[in-house]
T-cell receptor
Framework: KQEVTQIPAALSVPEGENLVLNCSFTDSAIYNLQWFRQDPGKGLTSLLLIQSSQREQTSGRLNASLDKSSGRSTLYIAASQPGDSATYLCAAFGGTSYGKLTFGQGTILTVHP | EAQVTQNPRYLITVTGKKLTVTCSQNMNHEYMSWYRQDPGLGLRQIYYSMNVEVTDKGDVPEGYKVSRKEKRNFPLILESPSPNQTSLYFC?????????????????FGPGTRLTVL
């Protein structure tokens, strides 16, 4: 059974810092890994999707990397802003857990002015 | 507008009263799935459907039923709700359920349904 872990559980940083969120997964035969953002009481917004054959994806100030062999993904946020405050979730899709999407517990990010 | 819709958005009900939460997508997606989100437990998959008439259990299927008679709809049925099913429920869809490259497996989520069972 796939297990996904996110570290740290919570992170508080001053505005302008670059930061890294970590995600690890136990079953490396995944199809892809997706990063989401969730604001309190709201739904999930897709940030980045990395296919199993890719090493990284970039969107604006966000960069996500994937190392399948070691079962790790990182989300890098450059020049953080208060508006980045949210819960960040990673989710591993497919592989031996055919058709399943497994989420990590999330990292709660607070960026203070 | 391409979207996943869920209804109702909020529901308060009583133990044992059957209910259905609807999910619909207008993107011609093959893959659809349901999740529940609970404090401290995160998001957990209840059921998924690779395509019409093809469904399978996720990690927490007990107490739930689903049906996929049409491509666009994937309702979640609670035959006899209990208080431990009080949760925030999300429906999601993607173009494909198998490895397809590109953005085939990118998941799009509905806005959520907050269910309280008394």
């Amino acid at each position: 059974k796939q297990e996904v872990t996110q570290i740290p559980a919570a992170l508080s940083v001053p505005e302008g810092e670059n930061l890294v969120l970590n995600c690890s997964f136990t079953d490396s035969a995944i199809y892809n890994l997706q990063w989401f953002r969730q604001d309190p009481g709201k739904g999930l917004t897709s940030l980045l999707l990395i296919q199993s054959s890719q090493r990284e994806q970039t969107s604006g100030r966000l960069n996500a990397s994937l190392d399948k062999s070691s079962g790790r993904s990182t989300l890098y946020i450059a020049a953080s802003q208060p508006g980045d405050s949210a819960t960040y979730l990673c989710a591993a899709f497919g592989g031996t857990s055919y058709g399943k999407l497994t989420f990590g517990q999330g990292t709660i990010l607070t960026v203070h002015p | 507008e391409a979207q996943v819709t869920q209804n109702p958005r909020y529901l308060i009900t009583v133990t044992g009263k059957k209910l259905t939460v609807t999910c619909s997508q207008n993107m011609n997606h093959e893959y659809m799935s349901w999740y529940r989100q609970d404090p401290g437990l995160g998001l957990r998959q209840i059921y998924y459907s690779m395509n019409v008439e093809v469904t399978d259990k996720g990690d927490v299927p007990e107490g739930y039923k689903v049906s996929r008679k049409e491509k666009r709809n994937f309702p979640l049925i609670l035959e006899s709700p209990s208080p431990n099913q009080t949760s925030l429920y999300f429906c999601a869809s993607s173009l494909r359920g198998l490895a397809g490259g590109g953005s085939y497996n990118e998941q799009f989520f509905g806005p959520g349904t907050r269910l309280t069972v008394l």
